[in-house]
């Protein structure tokens, strides 16, 4: 590590606007106890990285947050919303959260186009010329309008990766959630998937991402997050923590995957 | 050991082996002594068992006669052929009047026509096409068969079944000539394309509205004379049974699927239980029950015929089957779709019909033409409690007076009818599929 630390390169947006408040949430599986008294504020164009042993629950808290999985304990508040058992509440965070998953979950029956205009059409009540309008517009922002007629199995990783985050976008989000976005790629692909990352974090985007690329941690966190056994165990702004982390476990942790 | 190969290797044709008519003889059938044996000895069986069908069934039957007496007179050892050709509108028909056996032929005829533009790719507008068969068909078509005064509610269904059924061709002659829907086609021809989508839309119900009126106004001046269902018989009766059967069976398969697998506990416990009991229990039982102990529980002067109650025996039965078909094909789809959909905030019911349903199907299709197979087989157990359906009328040639114990050949020639529909329905379900998975990989 250098003496010298990396400044984050991207000057941060963040405002003192709140998304995402997670206050004392608890999550059990059957008796399994997977997330432990998790608290953490994100603010309006914040930029949140999270990192961790596999098994640390840091998945199933970003997965919490749209309500994919249900917590037992405490409160989550999604741009003002408490999530709860009501039901229109949870569509509605979910038309406003965005989530990329490790296996792209594209619609494998439906054209590219017709992934991204699904949700505009039936969710956002759009009509089809303006939805395939978006939907190309955010083709373009991830590079590959020209695969807009084929379906994802004629994709690459990568390129399969970009039309899940354009997918997503078209649904004019407030929040992304990215878990583990490159973790099912090839070498070669997990770039264009980062590059299309960075430029959207340069959006004023706010972003939760779970990630081991500490490249991408040390270029656009504004706070990278260490977790473990289900507790959040560090959190600091990027220089800090790849610098000089405080916690034992976080430093064992950096020490194996840098 | 270093090395570098500075050039491509070039392609070269595949050995003779690969690609001649000798190659693949010699592969498949003569690869050894003993395969080429095998070839011979199995070539000689298949030659018996051809030239000994054919002579009995072509070369020594008898295709001309009055009854069995005269076969054995022409030949002893070919088939009686005739007696089946002399039954043959009874093995098609039942006892339906002869001189309405045209509302029969029409009836099938239209829903063919019906149908034809779901399997023509420059046709548009597939959905409301699919949609109208099942809600307008049914209606017109049990009017053509039973016949008889129509009530205030029949006389709307069927005047709709006319209507959907003229525009349905119309929009088919569209989409042959000018591939475009019959709306877009409407629209340009009386010069309305700048107008605002409501003024179109009131144009074209307009249009429909007028339809509606010309055909309700002349259906009031036509009766049918009215036949009872006790007349209907033979493969018409098989379909009519098969035909709702497999039109039902899937729905009703789907929505009981999902009961078993919804997370409301009272709805999963009840669709399992209903599916249990009914797989559990040999159709014969469930055809038993419905004709003779459902009406016990029916309220006192409510009479169901008895066709009804085989219909709804045979729906209730397959559509148990069909459920544990689709939850098959429900599970075979990754939870991420369900997350993939729900993250772009569509609720269960979309996700269902728009990304799982679509996605299940294609998986569901041998299996669910397979049950469809099964049903058309299985509906011959109605000739059991009484009703004359296809193996109904070919048993009962054997007792009739000049056909006394002609048995093989009405058998014979059933098994064959039976094998051209269950060999096209698989046939067509290979088709679907390969057509549903081409340019997808996944």
Known sequence: MSNNPPKSQLASAASSEVMIAIKQMNKWYGQFHVLKDINLTVHKGERIVICGPSGSGKSTMIRCINALEEHQEGE???????LGKNLKNLDHIRTEVGMVFQNFNLFPHMTILENLTLGPIWVRKMNRVDAIDTAMTYLERVKIPEQAKKYPGQLSGGEQQRVAIARSLCMNPKIMLFDEPTSALDPEMIKEVLDVMVELANTGMTMVVVTHEMGFAKTVADQVIFMDEGD????????????????????LFLSQIL | MAMIKAEKTPERSAPISESSVIGWLHKHLFSSAFNTLLTFVMLYIIYLT????????????TFVADNRRECYDNSLTGACWAGVIHWTNNIFYGRYPREEIWRINFGGLLLVLWMAPLWMSRVKGKVLVATT????????????????DKGFFMQIMVAGAMTAFALNMANLLAGLFRSQGLNSFLIKALGQENASDKTQRNILLLLAGIVFGVAFFWQMGQTLQPIVWTKWGGLFLTLVISGVGIASALPGGIILALGRRSKLVIVRVLSIGFIEVF??????TVLFMATTMFPLFMPEGFVLNKLVQVIIAVVLFNACYMAETVRAGLQA???????????????????MRLVIMPQALKYMIPNIVGSFIGLLKDTTLVSIIGLFDILGMLRSISKDTPWLGLHKEPLIFGAILFFIMCASMSK???????????????
């Open chain 2, 279 to 284: 797989r559990s229990v040999p159709l014969i």
């Open chain 2, 333 to 351: 789809i990754p939870k991420g779709q369900y997350e993939g959909a729900h993250t772009i905030g569509l609720g269960y019911w979309r996700t």
């Open chain 2, 133 to 148: 068969t099942v809600v307008f068909y049914p209606f017109l078509a049990s009017y053509l068969f039973s016949g008889g």
């Open chain 1, 76 to 82: 989550i508040i999604v741009d003002g919303i408490l």
């Open chain 1, 232 to 251: 959040i165990v560090e959190q600091n702004e990027p220089t800090v923590f790849f610098d000089n982390p405080q916690h034992e476990r976080t430093k």
């Open chain 2, 428 to 442: 067509y379900s290979r088709h679907l599929e390969v057509k549903l998975s081409a340019g997808r990989t996944h």
């Open chain 2, 50 to 61: 051809v030239s000994g069908v054919f002579s009995w069934g072509v070369l020594d039957a």
